[in-house]
């Protein structure tokens, strides 16, 4: 508890490597990503939206295991590359990575060795039961927190789609909130497609939630 109370007021690493690119006027970025596929949805655009605000003609590359290819397809303006030896909670080493496949450090002006994990650990979840075939259907996702599966599931319903996050913790639905204007973006849609919702999942009448207006729970 102690560690995430400190982590929580120590300066984000990526302010200070934003700072520098900045000075040097750096643009293109490689990163590793090497963590679950859920933390893509909200973890992921932080990394690049803040990137993105402060050098928005940056180009971003990221190398990554086979296996999250999927989720990374969800995201425009960025380019991956697959690394087929890499494995989930198996140490990396990108330069070693780099070095195998090739990749010349010169072609890169900033190479992270690794991003920050604040967003990340505030999600207190753990895997994403939804299907895939959501285009145009209301979701509602109950106990959403900071909102991870709303995001994968925004994109997959679609702009003509919806989805609903309720959550008791005003704190936690606040991190979501401040990413929808910036997933929108991101999904080429013309309006918002998700509602945070503060309030119980025992009392959904409350929360304009009647009996089957929603064709999908999570």
Not at 100 to 122: A, C, F, G, M, Q
Request: net charge positive; glycine share 8%; hydrophobic share 40%.
């Amino acid at each position: 508890m102690l560690k995430k109370i400190i982590r929580r007021f120590k300066k984000n690493p990526l302010d200070e490597i934003l700072k520098k690119a900045k000075e040097q006027k750096s643009k293109t970025f490689l990163l590793p990503w090497n963590r679950a596929l859920g933390d893509i949805s909200l973890g992921l655009y932080y990394v690049v939206n803040k990137i993105k605000k402060e050098i928005p003609d940056s180009k971003i590359t990221f190398l990554i295991r086979e296996d999250l290819k999927a989720g990374f397809e969800l995201l425009g303006g960025i380019n991956y590359i697959t690394v087929s030896f890499w494995r989930r909670y198996v140490p990396i080493d990108i330069y070693h990575a780099m070095k195998l496949l090739n990749i010349k450090e010169s072609s890169y002006d900033v190479i992270l060795k690794e991003v920050d994990r604040e967003i990340v650990e505030r999600f207190y979840g753990c895997g994403s039961p939804i299907p895939p075939l959501l285009n145009g259907c209301t979701v509602l996702d109950l106990g959403c927190g900071t909102g991870r599966d709303v995001f994968i599931a925004s994109k997959l319903v679609g702009e003509n789609g919806y989805v609903i996050g309720v959550d008791m913790t005003d704190e936690q639905l606040s991190v979501g909130r401040r990413y929808v204007d910036d997933v929108t973006k991101k999904f080429d849609f013309r309006k918002q497609n998700i509602d945070f919702r503060l309030g119980y999942i025992e009392d959904l009448k409350s929360l304009c939630l009647e009996d089957e207006s929603v064709d999908f729970v999570i």
